[in-house]
């Protein structure tokens, strides 16, 4: 099996579609033996599910994603696990174990010009997002 994180600087990336790297991680016997950094090649949004699927890629695990790149993944035959934050690693251990905290129903139908964007439902501002609840 391999899996795929959204990544940058060793954190899940928090979007999806602008995600310039992912770390593939190769995993048997559910445990991993092999780790490797890969770039989008400027791939985004929906294209990047042929590219994972390319890499031979079966589970991915995000942040923000759009239902656009929710489905193609689907059609790819991709399983996703969204809304997760933190360090790519123990993320993937957790997958690994059982434990990963995961919100399955993260949708993100919004972008921003200009600004970094961050996880979906962390808006920390009142201004309507479009999909996305603020706080």
Not at 9 to 26: T, V
Not at 51 to 66: A, M, P, Q, R
């Amino acid at each position: 099996m391999k899996v795929a994180a959204t990544f940058e600087a060793g954190e899940i990336f928090p979007h999806f579609g602008h995600c310039r790297q992912f770390k593939i991680y190769e995993v048997e016997n559910g445990g991993i033996v092999s780790e490797e950094i890969v770039d989008t090649q400027g791939n985004g949004h929906g294209a990047l599910a042929g590219f994972l699927k390319g890499l031979g890629v079966n589970v991915l695990i995000c942040g923000g994603i759009g239902g656009g790149a929710r489905q193609a993944l689907e059609e790819a035959g991709i399983r996703l696990y969204p809304g997760v934050s933190g360090e790519a690693d123990k993320r993937v251990e957790e997958l690994l174990n059982g434990s990963l905290e995961y919100d399955p129903d993260t949708v993100c139908s919004h972008h921003h010009e200009g600004e970094e964007h961050q996880e979906c439902r962390s808006h920390s501002c009142s201004e309507d997002k479009k999909g996305c609840p603020g706080n």
